[in-house]
C-alpha cells in the first residue's frame, strides 16, 4: 500500500512529500510535531490483548494490521501484538462479554483512557477494526488522548456503496476511470486495490457494497462469475464488509432458460431459491440483492401484471432462510406526458406499505426526481412506516460537474439527512426514518481513486455520514482536510472550500430550485433548450416551463399538486411562494419573470445574480488555491488546478448559455453586474460534446 515516497522540499517547516493519492486520508504519514508524537508514543507503546480476543480472527488480524502500519508511519513505532502482558500503561484491546458495558453494540466500540491506559473495547471484531480506524484518526487530526473517553455506535445497520460497474469494466455515470473489479483475472488475481478499496470504506464505517450496476446483467449469477464475487467477498469479510449482487429481474429467463420471470410462478420462485442457495455455498455471509426494476426500461413485475412487492417479495423468499435481504429502488417513473415525474415514485410505493416481506428494504433517492445539485427530499421518506427505507445518494458527480468539478457533497447530504418531515411531528427529520444509506459510488482505476483529489471527500463524508448522520460537514471537512494535508497552514481553506462549493454549482448550473436543466443523455453541460425527446421528462424544457411570461414547475395545487404529497407542515411554507425557501422556488412555483422576491428584486434580476454569484465562487476557489501553491505537495496541487480552470470555463459556459436562452424567451436585459452573455444562444446550442463521459464518439 506504501507508495514511493520521495521528500521534495521543505516549507515553513512543513515537509511536503509527493503524493499521488493513492493512499486516500489514510496517509499515515510521520506526526511532524515531536512533542506531541512523543505523548503518543508514550500512550501506545506497547499493545495487550485481553484473553478472549482470538487474533486468528479475520477482522481482528485486520485490526491489528492496520495500528501496526498506522502507528509505524505516524510514530515510528513497532508495535508486536500480543507480546507484552497486559499492565497498567500501553494500548489494551478488549472484547467487552455480553452483558457488560451495554453501551456499546455490535460494530461500536469504546475508546478510554484511564491510569495511563488506553482502552479500546468492542463487542466484536468489527468493533475492533472500527475502533482502530478512530484511534488513528485522533492521531491524525492530533487529539488529546489524555482522558479520553468516547462511545461510538452506527446509527445504521446498512451503510452501504453501490457501484454502478459493468461486467465489461466500464461504470455508469463514473468519471474516475475504469472499474476497480476485473472480472477477467478474478478470482486467481487479488488486486491489492480490493485490500485496499476495503479499508477505506472500512476506515469511515462502510459495511456493504454491491459490485455490480443496477442496470444489471444476469451473468453475475453464474456460476463462474459468482465464483469470482466470492473472491472479492473474502477479501471484503476482513475488514466487515458484506458483498451484495445486483439482481436483473428476468434472469430465470436469460439465465435459466424459463419462459417467464413471473414472480407468482412456481418454477420462477423454484429458480431464485435455488439461486440463492448456490450463492450462500460460495458466500456463506452474502448481503443479498439490490433491483432495479420496472424502470428507465429494465425488466420487472408488472411486465406480468404483477406489483413491486409481490416482486420483491419472491427473491426476499429466497434469500430468507440465509438471512439475505433486497434492497428495491423506488426509482420508477414512467413517460406518462401528463403525469409529473416527482410524484410518480410516491403515488408508486407509498400504496404497498406494509405489503413487502421483513427482509425487503426500499431504497429512496435523496430527491422525487434524480440527483440533482439540490432537490427538497423525497416526499417517500416517513411515508411508509411499515417499510424499512434506505437513503440512496449519489457520489459520483453525474449531474454535478462530471468529476471534475469541485463541490463538496457533505452539505448535500447533511441537508437531506436534516430536513423535516413532519411525518411524525415536528423534528420527524429524513434521518430519523431510516434504516441505512446507501451512496453510488465514486471510485475507479484512476491511481488516486476518485480522478479529482477533492472527490475522495465525498467517499469520506458518506461513511462519516452513514455512520453518525448528526456529525456536520464543517466537521467531516475539518477530519479529511487534516487527514489528507499535511500543512495545518491549508485545512482551513480546503474545508470553506468544501463546504461552499456545493451552492456555487447549484448557483451557475441550476438556481433557485431549477432542475434538470442539462444536456441529453451524457448530461454534461447545459441544455435548457431541448424539448423534443420523445420521453417528455427526459426534456429540460419539461423541468423550467420557461416562457416570455416567467420560469417555473408549478406542483402546487394549481399544477402537479405533487406538493400534497409532503405534510401539511412542510407544504403551508413550501406552498406560498413568499415562504418557500428561494432555494427550492422554481421547483414548486411557476411565476412571473417580475416576480417579487424577499429583497425587493425580481425574479430575473436574482436569477440572473445567481448565476453569476456561482462563478465567483468558483474564481473565489481557483484564487485560493492557487495561493496555496507552496504548502500542497506538487502532483495534487497541479491537479486540482486543472480541474478548477476546467470548472471555471464550465461555470461560466452554464451561466452564459442559461441566460442566453432564457433572454431568448424573455427579451430581458441583465442586472448591473452580470456579463452579456459572448454569443447567441444558437451557439450554445450548437455545441456538442463527443468526449463527454459514457458516450461513444460517433463521427
Ligand atoms: O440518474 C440516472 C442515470 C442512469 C442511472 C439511473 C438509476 C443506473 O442517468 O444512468 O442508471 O439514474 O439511478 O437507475
Known sequence: MRTTVLVIFCCLGWTIRAEDGYRLWLRYDRIQDVTLRDAYA????????????????VQVGAALKELRTGL?????????????????????LTLLPSGRDSSVGEEGYRIHNADGRLTLAARDGSGLLYGTFHLLRLLQTGQVLEGIDLVENP?????????????DGTVERGYAGFSIFNWHTLPEVIDQRYVDYARACASVGINATVVTNVNANSLIFRKDYLRKAAALADVFRAYGIKLYLTARFSSPVELGGLETADPLDPAVIAWWRAKADEIYTLIPDFGGFLVKANSEGQPGPNEYGRSHAEGA???????????????????????????????QA???????????????????????IDFQPREPFSPIFGAVPQTPVLLEVQLTKEYLGQGTHLSGLAPLFEEVLRADTY????????????????G?????????????????????????????????????????????????????????MLLRSREFVVDYMTPLGLHHLMATGHHYGPGPWVDDLHRPEWNPAYYHRADSAGIGFDRTASGSNALAQYAPEVRATIGDPRTCPPELLLWFHHLPWDYEMPDGTTLWNSLARRYEAGVAGVRWMAEEWAGMAGS???????????????????????????????????????????????HSVDYYKSLDYPYAPGIRPRW
Open 632 to 678: 500542497i505537495d506538487p502532483v495534487r496541487h497541479r491537479e486540482v488546478t486543472q480541474y478548477l480552470r476546467i470548472q471555471l470555463r464550465e461555470a461560466e459556459w452554464w451561466r452564459d448559455a442559461s441566460l442566453a436562452y432564457f433572454q431568448s424567451l424573455n427579451g430581458l436585459p441583465l442586472p448591473v453586474g452580470v456579463p452579456e452573455p459572448p
Open 423 to 438: 411525518r411524525a411531528g415536528a423534528g420527524t427529520t429524513v434521518a430519523s426514518t431510516l434504516s441505512g444509506i446507501a
Open 440 to 496: 453510488v459510488a465514486n471510485v475507479g482505476t484512476a491511481r488516486n481513486w476518485t480522478g479529482h483529489p477533492f472527490n475522495q471527500a465525498d467517499w469520506y463524508a458518506f461513511g462519516r455520514l452513514a455512520w453518525d448522520p448528526g456529525l456536520s460537514s464543517r466537521e467531516i471537512y475539518e477530519e479529511w482536510a487534516a487527514m489528507t494535508f499535511s500543512d495545518p497552514g491549508v485545512h482551513a481553506t480546503v474545508v470553506e
Open 346 to 368: 410516491y403515488e408508486e410505493f407509498v400504496p404497498l406499505d406494509g405489503k413487502f416481506r421483513d427482509n425487503v428494504l426500499l431504497q429512496v433517492k435523496n430527491g422525487p
Open 155 to 167: 446509527a445504521y445497520d446498512l451503510r452501504i456503496l453501490n457501484h454502478w460497474d459493468n461486467l
Open 313 to 343: 417479495n419472491v427473491l426476499a423468499d429466497a434469500l430468507a432462510p440465509h438471512g439475505g435481504t433486497v434492497m428495491w429502488r423506488a426509482f420508477v417513473y414512467d413517460s406518462d406526458p401528463d403525469a409529473d415525474r416527482a410524484a
Open 72 to 92: 509505524d508511519g505516524l510514530l515510528g513505532i513497532d508495535l508486536a501484538p500480543a507480546s507484552a502482558p497486559p499492565g497498567n500503561t500501553g494500548l489494551q
Open 42 to 57: 508514550r500512550q501506545l507503546g506497547t499493545l495487550s490483548l485481553s484473553p478472549g480476543i482470538d487474533t486468528t480472527d
